[in-house]
């Protein structure tokens, strides 16, 4: 068994002040650990290890507080900061939970909520770059519909881009290094959240005024609830050049949005997404957007967040015995195998390729007869992950 490195800042693992500092409310019940402050729970990650913090603007200075009472949180974080050599990478803006957004924000049918939003959204972006951010995430888990009868679905669009060139704008206007990472989500809060995947947000980053600005941040759980791949997305999100920040989680199929420690329910799908964003050289922040269990006291929540760097590290050597195996990398040579006769009929079209393929006689029942050994390659993989390889 290789040794397993400890997770250290080079690594680039990220928590926000909500993951860990998440006291265990939920739907059925109030909290089960005491609210930290946001300064405590920076010298709380800084002894496990972790990179970076991330927050909403109201995770650390809450919506109603006084203009004494930010300065003095904020010079407590920044302290905190500095004691511990953690980093913020990444920002946003709670645009959820205050009772103003709960027909959306961006896409708020009443234009004065839309505008709020927006102006909270600069000012958290200001707050953000002020702590050194250089990627702004915006998911919009309120805005869509519980029905759909009085949605405007188009005018919601054009809303959306509305919003999203208007602070594109802004940021280019105050010269601030900062990328936006739009993050999807199918449903809750709401029955139906817009552009539900990181594929429908793809295709939306193009209809923007400054696509080169947005890109994605996609969420393994997300994904997961929409009943999709979320390795096939990050690979989709990579291919666009997109591919900003990820928020890493598990999830079991059909339930409500779990967050749980990366790798917790599926550590099979854990690997390849870990082995994707290895292999391909992803160097932006690993931020585990993932809750402790609410059983958890404050004890448990260290080895959490602990749990979710040691996993991916631990499947980040998997990766690398996989690279070095020989019997699976046979498979993968025999699955991948060129064929020269086919060489004549690569690479772009050209007239005359066309008209020798269009020729070509091939035998379709031996193609038919062709197998691919994806069984015994599985297993390998089962057996890399089991620790008997
Ligand atoms: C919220 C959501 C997450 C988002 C966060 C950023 S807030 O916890 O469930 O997936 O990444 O706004
Ligand atoms: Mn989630
Ligand atoms: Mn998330």
Redesign the pocket.
């Known amino acids: 068994m290789p040794r397993v490195p400890a997770p250290s800042p080079e690594h680039r693992f990220s928590f926000g002040l909500w993951t860990v500092g998440n006291p265990g409310r939920d739907p059925f019940g109030g909290p089960t650990r005491p609210v930290r402050s946001p300064a405590d729970i920076v010298r709380l990650l800084g002894g496990t290890g972790a990179w970076g913090v991330n927050f909403h603007d109201n995770d650390l200075v809450p919506i109603d507080a006084t203009a004494a009472e930010e300065k003095r949180i904020l010079a407590d974080f920044r302290r905190a900061l500095r004691e511990t050599g953690l980093v913020v990478p990444m920002a946003t803006t709670n645009l959820a939970f205050d009772p103003a957004f709960r027909d959306g924000a961006f896409t708020n049918p009443d234009s004065r909520i839309r505008a709020y939003a927006l102006q909270k959204s600069m000012r958290a972006i200001d707050l953000g770059v002020s702590v050194g951010a250089k990627i702004y995430v915006f ?1 919009g888990g309120r805005e869509g519909s519980d029905t759909d009868a009085g949605k405007d679905l188009l005018g919601a669009l054009k809303r959306y881009r509305d919003a999203l060139n208007f602070l594109c704008g802004y940021v280019r206007d105050r010269k601030y290094d900062l990328k936006f990472a739009l ?1 999807a989500k199918p449903n809750e809060p709401r029955a139906d959240i817009y552009l539900p995947t990181t594929g429908a947000m793809l295709a939306f980053i193009q209809t923007l005024d400054h696509p080169e600005m947005v890109g994605l ?1 996609p ?1 393994v759980a ?1 994904e997961q609830m929409a009943g999709l791949n979320v390795t096939h997305a990050l690979a989709q999100a990579w291919d666009a050049g997109k591919l900003f920040h990820v ?1 890493l ?1 598990d999830q079991a199929p059909g339930r409500y949005d779990q967050d749980f420690r990366f790798g917790a329910h599926n550590l099979k799908s854990a690997f390849f997404i870990v082995k994707f964003l290895e292999e391909v050289g992803y160097e932006g922040p690993r931020h585990f ?1 993932a809750h402790a269990y609410r059983t958890s006291d404050e004890g448990d929540v260290k080895a959490f967040a602990r749990g979710c760097m040691r996993t991916y590290l631990i499947l980040k050597e998997k990766a690398e015995a996989f690279r070095k195996d020989r019997e699976i990398q046979g498979l993968l040579a025999e699955i991948g195998a060129e064929f020269r006769s086919m060489r004549p009929f690569q690479g772009g079209y050209a007239p005359a390729k066309a008209k020798a393929l269009r020729r070509h006689a091939f035998d379709r029942a031996a193609l038919g007869r062709r197998g691919f050994p994806y069984e015994r390659l599985d297993q390998l993989v089962v057996e890399l992950l089991a620790g008997v390889r």
């Open positions: 998911w993050e941040n969420e997300h928020d989680n957007d």
